[in-house]
DNA sequence: CTGGGGAGGGGGCCC
DNA sequence: CGGGCCCCCTCCCCA
C-alpha cells in the first residue's frame, strides 16, 4: 500500500476548510548553546510559493521482494531505543496476517484491528471519510478524507518551525532538531558494529544494510542485493532486468 | 558507475 | 485532537 494512500486525486467536490484555523504559528527551537549567535533574517512562512512545493514522485518498481533482515543485525546493548523491534512494530500499511486479537473488523474493506479504538480510527480516517469527506489543500492539489490529514499536510507548505541559526525552515519540531543537529554535531545514533554515529536514525538503518552479506532489496532476476532501493532501482535501470 | 552518508519529507501510530 | 515518535522513502553528493 503506498504511503499517500490517504492522498485522494481528481475529486471535483472538495470541500474547504477554514484555512486561517489550520496554519500554525511557527515554532522556534531555540538551544542554550544558540544564545549569542546572530539570528538571521527569517522570511514569514506564509509568504512561500506554493510553486515551492514538490509533488510526490511515485516509485514505479514492482513486487519487491523484501526478505527480512539478518538476525545478526539485531542491535546490542546500549542501542538506541526502538530500533531493535521497528519490524515487529504495528503499522497499518503491513498486511501481514495477525493471528490473534483481530475482533474488530471494518465492514467495509474487511480489515481487523485489536482495539475498538482502532477500528474506530480506522474509519473516521479511510473507510467512511472515503464516501462522505474530502479536504483539499488551497496551496497544491492534494486532498485528504481527514481535516487532521490535511493540517499535517498544510504545515508542508507554511514550515511553521524555523531554525534559528539559519533560517530553514520545517514542517515538524522533530524535523528541525534532526537539522539543529547538523549545526551541532550530535550524533545519538551509534552503529554497534563499527562504532560509528549517526544523527538521523534512518540513516542509521540504512547503515546497517552495508554491514550484511544479504541486503534487504533484491533484484528479482540476479538476485543480488542492495542496502537500498534507489540502489536496486539503478540496478535495475541499468540493464539487468531487460536483459533476461 | 556503484555504494554509502547526509539531509530531509511525508504519512501512520501511540499516548 | 495534537504532539512526539516511528518508519519508509527520496534526493544529493562524494569517494
Redesign the pocket.
Known amino acids: 500500500m503506498p504511503?499517500?494512500?490517504?492522498?485522494k486525486k481528481h475529486i471535483n467536490s472538495a470541500k474547504k476548510p477554514n484555512y486561517s484555523e489550520l496554519e500554525?504559528p511557527p515554532?522556534f527551537i531555540t538551544p542554550h548553546i544558540y544564545k549569542g549567535l546572530p539570528l538571521p533574517l527569517i522570511p514569514h512562512p506564509e509568504i512561500l510559493s506554493p510553486a515551492a512545493?514538490?509533488p510526490?514522485?511515485v516509485?514505479t518498481?514492482s513486487n519487491?521482494p523484501?526478505s527480512p533482515l539478518p538476525s545478526d543485525l539485531s542491535p546490542v546493548s546500549g542501542y538506541?531505543?526502538?530500533?531493535s523491534?521497528?519490524?515487529s512494530?504495528?503499522?497499518?500499511?503491513s498486511e501481514s496476517p495477525r493471528t490473534e486479537a483481530e475482533k474488530f473488523q471494518c465492514s467495509l474493506c474487511s480489515k481487523s484491528y485489536s482495539?475498538y479504538s482502532?477500528l474506530l480510527?480506522?474509519k473516521?480516517?479511510?473507510c467512511d471519510a472515503q464516501t462522505r469527506k474530502s479536504f483539499s489543500c488551497k496551496y497544491c492539489e492534494?486532498e485528504?478524507v481527514?481535516?487532521?490529514?490535511l493540517?499535517?499536510?498544510i504545515?508542508?507548505h507554511t514550515?511553521p518551525c524555523v531554525c534559528k541559526i539559519c533560517g530553514?525552515?520545517?514542517?515538524?519540531?522533530?524535523?528541525l532538531?534532526?537539522?539543529i543537529?547538523?549545526h551541532t554535531g550530535e550524533?545519538p545514533f551509534s552503529?554497534p558494529h563499527?562504532n560509528?554515529?549517526?544523527?538521523?536514525?534512518?540513516?542509521l538503518?540504512?547503515?546497517l544494510?552495508?554491514h550484511s552479506d544479504v541486503?534487504?532489496y533484491q533484484c528479482k532476476n540476479c538476485s543480488?542485493t542492495?542496502?537500498?532501493?534507489?540502489?536496486l532501482?539503478?540496478?535495475e535501470e541499468?540493464g539487468c532486468c531487460v536483459a533476461h
Open positions: 504511503r499517500s494512500f490517504l492522498v500554525s515554532v512545493y514538490s510526490i514522485t516509485w518498481t519487491l523484501l538506541p531505543s526502538s530500533l523491534d521497528a519490524s512494530k504495528d503499522h497499518s500499511g482495539t482502532g480510527k480506522h473516521q480516517l479511510h492534494k485528504y481527514s481535516l487532521g490529514a493540517k499535517m499536510h504545515r508542508t514550515l530553514k525552515a520545517f514542517s515538524r519540531p522533530w524535523l532538531q534532526g537539522h543537529r547538523t550524533k552503529c563499527c560509528r554515529a549517526f544523527a538521523d536514525r534512518s540513516n538503518r540504512a547503515h544494510q552495508t541486503k534487504k543480488k542492495f542496502s537500498r532501493m534507489s540502489l532501482h539503478k540496478h541499468s
